[in-house]
């Protein structure tokens, strides 16, 4: 691998750069002048430090230095790479610069976006298995269906469509949880997170235009009966990603020229068009998605601190090694850190890893994912379906990681691209 010279570099490389140094400042002017004031409550506080910020300010730098390497080996892993950098570093870089966090989970992070450099380098053989193009069809369209049915035999009738306007969503949580049971709860987030999405986008590319409004109502109806808001951005996301754009760098572009209007946009529509008296939009989109995984990042590394969980609350391991605790973890950081019993306090990936082996489980899990976008890239799937493997990244960075490979669908994703999403397709 020779490193390019900065005079050589594509337009488009330095533009997400600068584009991603921009987005970190404005998420600095959010955290001062909007998170800090409205979210003291959770643990935001304003605490700049000069070294701190500087020691950020550095790794980001390392990182758009490494980023040289995945963009002369994929453009895949590079715009995964970048939003990663985007999720998971550049948040919890604010955290600890300007809010009194600590070092341990900020060199985590910065670890595990590191990292994944290293899935560039790892190629797998995959099994050469043709099936036709009417039976992908199918098998997509039966599997669609054996998932759905249990959900609207279930559910049927049981439709709040306020709930298309964002209104009565906690009512909807509530009604849909009183009715769900275990087999039925893993029917509906491989169907909201895999089966359906994959169907959507297998048929876009396909310019099926009943099979996509099908799709499409399906996943509506699995949001207003639920109120889960993931299943409503999510076929959004997979729209956007799947028209705008031709190639994996112009649709990472123009993810951070959107990001970076609807940031300076968010304060207005909240404060001056809408009146709002607590930010909607800034507190659901870069408050929740961004800020809020950063500081259960903090929390769990706090907590967790020389004593490791070793995986007592996940299914198998929890056969040798019991909870020294009386109630679920997520549930006893809610309690710890926000004295309240009523929210499951989130981990990702970072703090999932250390809440279980300590360091070892951070190297471990940032390897783990390294690996497994190395097998998505190997698989060279259609680009139009980008959207999903955003949607997996944001699930990984809110959801123990091991848990996402059966709730969060991603095994199934990997069956069914290897066997039915070939890159043959195209638009």
Same mark, same amino acid.
């Given at each position: ?167 009565? !969503? ?97 304060? !207005? ?159």
């Amino acid at each position: 691998m020779t490193f390019l010279n900065i005079k050589q570099l594509p337009k488009d490389f330095l533009r997400l750069k600068l584009l991603l140094l921009v987005i970190a400042l404005i998420l600095e002017v959010y955290y001062k002048y909007l998170i800090v004031p409205e979210y003291e409550y959770y643990g935001f506080h304003w605490d700049f430090d000069v070294w701190k910020y500087s020691f950020s300010k550095l790794g980001l730098f390392l990182l758009f230095y490494l980023s040289f390497i995945l963009f002369d080996k994929s453009k895949f892993l590079y715009v995964v790479y970048l939003l990663l950098i985007f999720f998971f570093y550049i948040p919890n870089s604010i955290l600890f610069s300007m809010g009194n966090g600590t070092l341990s989970p900020f060199l985590s992070n910065l670890f595990f976006v590191a990292v994944f450099i290293s899935s560039g380098f790892i190629h797998f053989k995959l099994p050469k298995y043709e099936i036709s193009e009417k039976n992908r069809m199918y098998v997509l369209i039966v599997l669609s269906l054996l998932f759905l049915i249990p959900i609207v035999y279930t559910f049927r009738g049981d439709i709040n469509l306020k709930t298309l306007l964002l209104k009565q !969503i906690y009512l909807t949580r509530d009604e849909f949880s009183d009715k769900m049971t275990g087999v039925i709860n893993y029917f509906y987030h491989l169907s909201v997170k895999t089966i359906l999405p994959i169907s959507l986008v297998f048929f876009m590319i396909r310019k099926k235009p009943a099979f996509i409004v099908i799709y499409i109502l399906a996943l509506l109806y699995l949001f207003v009966i639920s109120g889960n808001k993931f299943v409503y951005f999510t076929a959004i996301t997979l729209v956007c990603f799947y028209y705008v754009g031709k190639d994996y760098t112009s649709k990472i572009r123009y993810f951070f020229i959107v990001t970076i209007l609807l940031f300076a946009l968010f304060p !207005i529509i909240d404060y001056a068009i809408i009146k709002s008296v607590k930010p909607i939009f800034s507190g659901t989109f870069v408050n929740r998605f961004l800020f809020i995984p950063s500081l259960l990042t903090q929390w769990y590394f706090d907590f967790f601190e020389g004593k490791p969980f070793y995986f007592a609350e996940s299914h198998f391991f929890n056969h040798f090694v019991k909870s020294p605790y009386d109630m679920p973890v997520g549930f006893l950081i809610s309690k710890t850190y926000l004295n309240t019993t009523d929210t499951y306090a989130n981990n990702g990936i970072v703090s999932d890893g250390f809440m279980n082996l300590g360091y070892f489980g951070v190297l471990l899990f940032s390897f783990l994912f390294s690996l497994l976008f190395a097998l998505f890239n190997s698989i060279k799937v259609n680009i139009g379906y980008f959207g999903m493997f955003f949607s997996y990244i944001y699930i990984i960075l809110s959801a123990p990681f091991m848990s996402t490979f059966i709730t969060g669908g991603i095994l199934l994703f990997i069956l069914l691209a290897i066997f039915i999403l070939k890159k043959k397709e195209t638009n």
